[in-house]
């Protein structure tokens, strides 16, 4: 057995990699699997040692290919993820994942007198910053960090 394979490769599906460490966690939340997608076989590694970021979390999600809005999303709380598509045991696709120059219809505002918390408004943001990121409400003006990101999923 190869020795830096720590968890086994999946058949087809989704290996989100290079998560910053500790944020594994975050993805699974922002993803929404729970115990009612019985087909979804997730695996999860945190803290594993990384040449290129030091210490990173993976996340396998096996018989899922993630879709665009999702990827944006990871990419707000995990700006250095490589999202690798798996099919028949090979990487047929791996991308970086970027944070969009605009976000819409992705992340509920916090603050909770914004219009889009109470009329069915669509929300947009702006992206002030990427490392860290920051993103601004174009109806409200709250910016909003990492953390303000994560507690709206
Ligand atoms: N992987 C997997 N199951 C597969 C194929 C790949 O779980 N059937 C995982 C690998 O373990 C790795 C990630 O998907 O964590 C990316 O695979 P690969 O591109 O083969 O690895 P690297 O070349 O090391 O990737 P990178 O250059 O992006 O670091
Ligand atoms: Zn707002």
Redesign the pocket.
């Known amino acids: 057995m190869q020795k830096d394979?720590r968890v086994r490769?999946?058949?087809r599906g989704t290996?989100i990699?290079?998560i910053s460490a500790g944020q594994a966690l975050n993805v699974l939340k922002i993803l929404g699997i729970t115990k009612e997608h019985p087909k979804i076989t997730l695996t999860v590694a945190i803290n594993v040692p990384s040449k290129?970021i030091g210490v990173k979390d993976?996340v396998?999600v096996e018989g899922l290919e993630l879709r665009g809005e999702e990827i944006d999303k990871i990419s707000l709380i995990a700006p250095e993820a490589?999202i690798?598509i798996?099919r028949d045991?090979?990487?047929i696709e791996?991308k970086k994942v970027e944070i969009p120059e605009k976000i819409e219809g992705m992340v509920k505002c916090a603050n909770p007198n914004c219009i889009t918390n109470f009329e069915i408004v669509k929300t947009k943001f702006i992206v002030e910053k990427k490392h860290p990121v920051s993103i601004m409400c174009l109806h409200c003006e709250r910016v909003m960090m990492e953390k303000d990101i994560v507690r709206q999923f």
């Open positions: 394979i490769k999946i058949n290996v990699d290079h290129r993976i396998k490589t690798n798996v045991y090979k990487v791996k």
